[in-house]
């Protein structure tokens, strides 16, 4: 779909005017309305503001190819996938990126910017500048970053604050590191902790063997997650105390598996390994 299809069909689920559109992004009705007709197209930092405006990633707002690298958002032909786990194609990764189900080097987002934009800029005719700004806003939305940009946006302030940067850092390292198989296999233990939450909550005591394996099923998940030596006993109740301070860990759990079900998270964690 092109831009101003796109453009037009966001603007109407967000249950926008032209003249509400234009407001937002501080620039004129006529502005939106060449955009939508495909007249001209708004230059990366208007796209950056379009997409923040609409909450929607800036690579849904181009006329995107339909595969590019989940890692490094290059466009990908068939010759350039990488390799799952089994060796077979995976069109998700280019060859470079990712082989045998794994990321073949280690790398930040800003060191894959920088290595990228060059060759982004020579492809497309952009200025090395307007390639830079383009992977910074498309980038954090792909598979390998989302996910610990989304917990740096989040959490990122008072994790650094309480546990210092180096142990933040190694957490995402070790986050980025993940393969296809492990992020699956964290992703069916977060589903399964919630639900072996609901189980304990039935028995009403947080000391029951039902909460008991629900300590070590969310200390198998933190374990996944910190870096080596990081995790302790201690160190998992200390954390699990401060959900309780946080009104965003208490709506996901509470959300999920029932009122009350963060404070029995914690008493159960407390009850175990306390």
Request: net charge negative.
């Amino acid at each position: 779909m092109k831009f101003g299809e796109t453009l037009i069909d966001l603007r109407k689920r967000n249950g926008l005017t032209q003249e509400e559109l234009a407001a937002k992004l501080y620039v004129t009705r006529q502005a939106v309305s060449r955009w939508e007709r495909g007249e001209v197209t708004p230059g990366i930092d208007m796209l950056k503001l379009i997409a923040n405006v609409l909450n929607e990633p800036v690579a849904h707002l181009l006329d995107w190819p339909e595969h590019y690298c989940e890692s490094c958002g290059m466009m990908l032909a068939p010759e350039e996938y990488g390799t799952d786990a089994h060796g077979s194609a995976d069109s998700h990764y280019c060859k470079w990126c990712y082989q045998q189900g794994e990321y073949t080097y280690e790398t930040t987002m800003d060191a894959m910017i920088e290595d990228c934009a060059p060759r982004l800029a020579e492809s497309t005719g952009m200025t090395r500048d307007e390639a830079v700004s383009l992977m910074g806003a498309v980038l954090p939305h792909l598979k390998r970053w989302s996910a610990v940009h989304s917990n740096e946006m989040r959490y990122g302030v008072e994790a650094r604050e309480r546990y210092g940067d180096a142990t933040v850092d190694a957490s995402n390292e070790k986050l980025l590191d993940m393969s296809d198989e492990e992020w699956k296999t964290k992703e069916k233990l977060e589903v399964a902790i919630i639900e072996q939450l609901k189980k304990a909550m039935l028995t009403g005591d947080a000391s029951s063997p039902e909460a008991a394996k629900l300590a070590r099923m969310h200390a198998d998940w933190i374990r996944m997650q910190w870096a080596k030596g990081a995790y302790s006993p201690q160190a998992h109740v200390c954390l699990a105390r401060g959900y309780l301070a946080d009104d965003r860990f208490v709506e996901y759990y509470d959300s999920r598996a029932g009122k009350g079900a963060t404070e029995f998270l914690v008493e159960a964690i407390e009850a175990a390994l306390g």
